[in-house]
């Protein structure tokens, strides 16, 4: 399979968490990810849609996997489910206990960096977008 005209998926930044993400989505225990509509707002890109496929990258920058979209949704912080969170793979038993991982992870000094607002926090109404998807092939 071709990965190179793909889109990337990347799970966080390069480094051990990014390494734990790419290795439950390839597990198969993680089969959702959230993102802040605002990223994409940010760089003038569309929002990914319900069967598109995206290259998986590690922290090496390697293409590792193909993933297809099944669900794509723009939900309210506050408003993010437990299944959705409970899909991510990475444990979380609660919403709640998501919500502060995501919370320190979008309020981290290089989010921060990468958003340019050193004093970026997210409240209740932030805008995530709430991906599902199939492992379609690996590397």
């Known amino acids: 399979m071709k990965l190179d005209g793909l889109s990337l998926m990347e799970f966080g930044f390069p480094g051990p968490l990014r390494d734990r993400l790419v290795a439950a989505a390839l597990s198969g225990a993680k089969t959702s990810t959230s993102g802040l509509v605002l990223e994409y707002d940010r760089e003038g890109e569309p929002l990914p849609r319900v069967g598109e496929r995206l290259a998986v990258v590690d922290s090496g920058e390697r293409r590792v996997a193909v993933i297809e979209l099944t669900e ?50 997210v409240d209740d109404d932030t805008l995530v977008l709430a991906q599902r998807f199939r492992l379609v092939h690996t590397v």
């Open 72 to 121: 794509v949704r723009t939900v309210r912080l506050a408003d993010v489910d437990l299944q959705h969170a409970l899909d991510e793979g990475e444990g979380y038993d609660s919403v709640a206990g998501w919500r502060t991982a995501h919370e320190e992870f979008w309020h981290s000094a290089e989010m921060r960096a990468e958003l340019g607002d050193p004093d970026f926090v």
